[in-house]
């Protein structure tokens, strides 16, 4: 699970639109729907492109998959889409609010080209619906 860009300030970062949950609840919650998926997860959060791209490269022959919230990063970053790319892994792209429904600049994701889906607008829920369809993509991939 990576969390981008001020998603380490959920709780307090403009709760109207994000909810009040903080950064911790919600690792908690995927913790929890990690272990009813028999699923193992761990967690990332950073501010930087750079140190989001360095997880995303060390993820590849750790890790099976990628739930990511790029935060900002989602519709201004060519450098995370290409290293999703490159490291091949499946990544499913989620989002507290609905992109679709806020300003016209967070219409478009650069990751979504290279994700195996997104989900968008389910506040937390988001993250739960998205590891789920991640785990069940990936046992389908897998064949169990
Ligand atoms: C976000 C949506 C982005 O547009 C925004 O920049 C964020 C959070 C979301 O989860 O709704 O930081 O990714």
Do not use: C
Request: net charge negative; proline share 3%.
């Amino acid at each position: 699970m990576l969390h981008g860009p001020n998603l380490n300030l959920l709780g307090q970062r403009e709760p109207g639109i994000y909810g009040s949950l903080t950064l911790d609840d919600i690792n908690h919650q995927l913790l929890s729907d990690a272990e009813s998926l028999s699923a193992s997860l761990s967690f990332y959060q950073s501010n930087h492109e750079g140190a989001l791209i360095d997880a995303i490269h060390a993820a590849a022959g750790i890790h099976e998959g990628l739930l990511i919230n790029p935060g900002a990063y989602t519709h201004t970053s060519v450098a995370i889409r290409d290293a999703i790319a490159a490291v091949q892994l499946p990544t499913v792209e989620v989002h507290l609010s609905n992109i679709y429904r806020r300003e016209e600049f967070r219409h478009h994701s650069y990751i979504a080209p290279v994700a195996v889906g997104q989900v968008s607008g389910f506040g937390a829920n988001s993250y739960s619906l998205g590891l789920r369809a991640l785990v069940q993509h990936l046992r389908q991939l897998s064949g169990h």
